[in-house]
Each structure stands twice: as structure tokens, then as C-alpha cells.
């Protein structure tokens, strides 16, 4: 056996199949051994807490006020301790080209500047060449692609041809198709109607992107995918009919995948009344019998991942004004004052993402610790590829390790964060239970409270091209 480094000890440590007390030893930067009374030169006092796999935080947009540098410093201090970036040819992001040009830049950037290990997501737009890009992306280690249905006017969509088209070729390659599941034409036409109308104040949001546009959107992208025989991934599903789809699907054997969002479990529309722009995402935010149907769905397996949707913004962003002219349409185009239809879309939640999800799930008996570890670790892992060297606590995989603290309590708050991002829409939230130290590979991120990893350490994670590998059939519904 290889020299221990160092032996995380006295703690409960979680897997997606329960909880054990064990120590943890660590060498070489993998896992030795997990078992009782293990020595090493160094201990870590981990009694009275939960030893979790570093969280993997499978969607996110470091394109904003945060780039890879300070989006994967906030994310560290949130437990997580990989993350899965979509870049892509989205001149709204500001990163015209090729997407494959552009996805070799920012692997070479993030190795430099970022503090964790990432794997990156390509995101097609209709311009893209699908046909030549899937397989440059699938060899450099990119095996997972997402598709906008809906923002037309935003030159983001993807047309239904092109996805097809798309998805045959990832099927043919061995790649996944990612879907952003909205009706795009039918949004458009409502906020349309609702601007003709002169009702463009924050209450006509939510009824301008209404449940049924985002089911339309999964079944068809779901009937795209058996079509093709393409491995199907859903990302942020909001509504209350979702999880009965995705189970219903799951059933019939189609390798299809649901995520989900804290955002979409934990808040409510209400937080657009009250706070406007800040609470803007796509989709939108919704009521609470949608977000008990999604904890619903996130119990039973029908819906197999959490992930954060973070886009690190500041809050003049995504008022009136400044950046989010990105999004109207028209040379020197200014969005006008009190138009929730010209704010800018997204929010910062990845730091808040694992303390939030597990004070409302596992304190609120919403869901078990395992299965938290299953939608924030382990599925993520396997779902993309990167299992078993992340994502889960046994020998030989990376010591990618977060020690949890279930009694802490603490109130969410802007002030607290370590992002660019200057506020948060779980601003006043109390919650009980934090991370209180992480590492990766056996080097400690985040002890007492500082980050002591320097950057140019973290590794581009190439995903396994047969993607299938760990879950040839989707997980199967309980």
C-alpha cells in the first residue's frame, strides 16, 4: 500500500446505499481504505459530523460576474468539489466561434485559474455544426451536449431538424443530449400578448411561461431521443408533471435523465412578487405544489440529480440596465424600467446549493441523506462518466471528500458569500447544517473557514465516451 497522507476519523460516512461509522485514509490523493482504527500521520476530527463524496455540481454558467476562477472558489466553500460548466458558440455569452475552439480555450483556462476539477458540457446553437463538432468534442473528452428549445429571439434555439440531427449523431457516437425543455415559439407568442397589453410587470412572468410549455417541450425532446435511441438528459425540471413523465419513461426502458434545481424545490414565484428581477429564471419560478412534486419525484428516483443552474450575476445585471441589454432585441436596444421581460434571466445558488437541499430534504424529511449523496454525487458521477473517480467514498477513487456539519446553524445571506454575485434569493433563510472542510485528491480546499488551495492544481475531467457505462438503462424508479 502507498504512504497515507492522512485519515479523516470518528465520522459517519455516506454513501447512496446508507450510512456507516468509519475512517477514511487517504494517500497519494485516492482512497486506501475505508474502515475502523486506521492510522496515518495526520488526523482529522470528523465526530458528530457526516463524511460525504465532494457534491459535483452538474450545471452551471461561470460566464458572468463569475468566471471559472471565483465561480469555483464560491462553489468550494459550498461543499462542492467539481464542476460541469456549459460553454459553448452563444454570442449572448459573448463567446461567438466554434464550439469546440471555444471549449479548448476554456479547458486550458480552467486548468489554470479554476480551484476545483471540472468536466464541461457543450451547448449548440442552430449555427453549430453539429455533424463535425460532436465528434471533435467527443475525443477531446466533451461527450454531452445541450440544446435550447425555447429563446428564439435570443439566437439561442435549437430547431427541432437540428436537434434531431444532433441527437442521431450523439447516438452514433456515444455522446448524451441535453435538453433546456420549453416551448420557445409559444413563450414568445405569450409575452408578445402580455407587452401588447401593457402587462409587463413582474406579476405576468409566471403566466408567460406556464406548466404545459415546459411538458410539451420534455415529451418531445423525450420522443427526439427514442427516435434516435439517444441517451436524454433534462435539465432544471420545475413543474409538478414532470417527475410522472420521466417515471413513465424510466419504465419503458428509454435512458432518459431528470435534474432538478434548489431554486425548484425551495422557492416559490412569491419570491419574484417580492423581489422582481432577482428572482427572474428560465423556467421560471413556480408555485408550491410544483416544488412538493418535484421533492416527490427526487424521493421515488424519477428525477435523478440536483444541480445548482448557477449564473453568478450582480444584482445591476439583472435589473434595468447594463448587461442585461444582451438580451433585447435591436442595435442600442435599452431595456425599459419595470419590464420583468427585459430583466436578465438567472441567479447565484451554488453556494447555497447543498445547505439548502439538505436542511429542506433531509431536516424537512423530504428525502434521505443517501439519497441526497445519490442526486449530488453518485449520479451525477455515473450519469457523465466520471465514476468511480468522483462521486463516491471507496478504495481507489479520489479523495474528493466533505466533512458536514448536521448541527450548524446559520442564516443565508449575501454577505456571506464568496462570489462576485452580490445577492441571493435565499437572502434571510435560516438553515441547520453546513460543510465545515473539503478536499480534493487529498489536498484540503476549505479548513477553518479559508481557502487553502492554491490555483493551476485542478484537472480537466474527461468524461467516458460510452456514457451509458454506469447507467445503461436509467435508475430505475422506486
Known amino acids: 500500500m502507498a504512504k497515507a497522507d492522512c485519515v479523516i476519523r470518528g465520522g459517519l460516512v455516506v454513501s447512496g446505499r446508507g450510512i456507516i461509522r468509519a475512517d477514511v485514509l487517504v494517500g497519494d490523493g485516492v482512497i486506501q481504505e475505508v474502515g475502523q482504527n486506521l492510522q496515518a500521520p495526520k488526523a482529522i476530527d470528523a465526530s458528530g459530523k457526516y463524511v460525504l463524496p465532494g457534491i459535483i ?39 461567438p466561434g466554434k464550439t469546440s475552439e471555444i471549449i479548448a ?137 414532470a417527475p410522472e413523465i420521466m417515471a413513465r419513461m424510466k419504465r419503458e426502458g428509454w435512458r432518459i435523465y431528470g435534474e432538478t434545481c434548489p431554486q425548484y424545490l425551495s422557492l416559490t414565484n412569491q419570491a419574484v412578487l417580492e423581489r422582481g428581477a432577482l428572482g427572474k429564471v428560465g423556467p421560471p419560478l413556480r408555485e408550491k405544489e410544483d416544488n412538493e412534486a418535484i421533492w416527490r419525484g427526487l424521493a421515488s428516483h424519477a428525477i435523478d440529480t440536483v444541480g445548482s443552474d448557477s449564473c453568478n450575476v450582480k444584482a445591476e445585471q439583472k435589473e434595468w440596465g447594463g448587461a442585461s441589454t444582451d438580451f433585447i432585441s435591436g442595435p442600442g436596444a435599452k431595456p425599459r424600467p419595470g419590464n420583468i421581460f427585459e430583466a436578465r434571466f438567472g441567479m447565484p445558488s451554488v453556494e447555497t446549493m447543498l445547505p439548502v437541499v439538505y436542511h429542506d430534504g433531509v431536516n424537512g424529511g423530504r428525502i434521505t441523506l443517501s439519497r441526497l449523496v445519490q442526486t449530488m454525487c453518485e ?40 462570489s462576485n454575485a452580490d445577492f441571493t434569493i435565499f437572502e434571510g433563510k435560516g438553515v441547520i447544517g453546513a460543510p465545515v472542510f473539503s478536499m480534493q485528491r487529498g489536498e484540503v480546499i476549505i479548513e477553518d473557514g ?14 467516458n465516451r460510452d456514457l451509458a457505462t454506469y447507467a445503461k438503462s436509467g435508475f430505475p424508479v422506486e
Open 105 to 241: 480555450k476554456m479547458i486550458e483556462e480552467g486548468e489554470r485559474i479554476s480551484y476545483l476539477d471540472f468536466a464541461i458540457h457543450a451547448a449548440f446553437v442552430a449555427e453549430d455544426d453539429v455533424r463535425t463538432e460532436i465528434p471533435k468534442l467527443i475525443k477531446m473528452g466533451v461527450p454531452s451536449f445541450k440544446m435550447y428549445m425555447t429563446y428564439p429571439k435570443r439566437g439561442m434555439m435549437m430547431p427541432d431538424d437540428k436537434m434531431l440531427e444532433a441527437m442521431a449523431m450523439a447516438a452514433a457516437e456515444g455522446g448524451m443530449a441535453m435538453v433546456h425543455a420549453e416551448n420557445g415559439y409559444a413563450i414568445d407568442y405569450l409575452v408578445e400578448k402580455f407587452t401588447a397589453a401593457g402587462r409587463v410587470s413582474r406579476e405576468y412572468f409566471l403566466p408567460s411561461q406556464p406548466n404545459i410549455l415546459e411538458v410539451d417541450a420534455v415529451q418531445r425532446a423525450a420522443t427526439y431521443a427514442i427516435l434516435t435511441d439517444c441517451p436524454l438528459y433534462c435539465v432544471h425540471l420545475s413543474v409538478r408533471e
Open 450 to 463: 479559508q481557502c487553502q488551495r492554491k490555483q493551476g492544481n485542478a484537472q480537466f475531467l474527461p468524461g
Open 379 to 418: 449520479n451525477p458521477a455515473k450519469i457523465f462518466g466520471l465514476y468511480p473517480k468522483k462521486g463516491v467514498i471507496q478504495k481507489d477513487s479520489d479523495a474528493d471528500l466533505v466533512i458536514f456539519d448536521p448541527n450548524m446553524p446559520f442564516t443565508i445571506s449575501a454577505e456571506g458569500m464568496h
Open 57 to 95: 455540481d452538474a450545471h452551471n454558467h461561470p460566464v458572468y460576474a463569475d468566471k471559472m476562477d471565483t465561480f469555483s472558489l464560491s462553489a468550494a466553500y459550498g461543499g462542492v468539489t467539481t464542476i460541469m460548466p456549459f460553454f459553448g458558440n452563444l454570442a449572448a455569452w459573448g463567446t
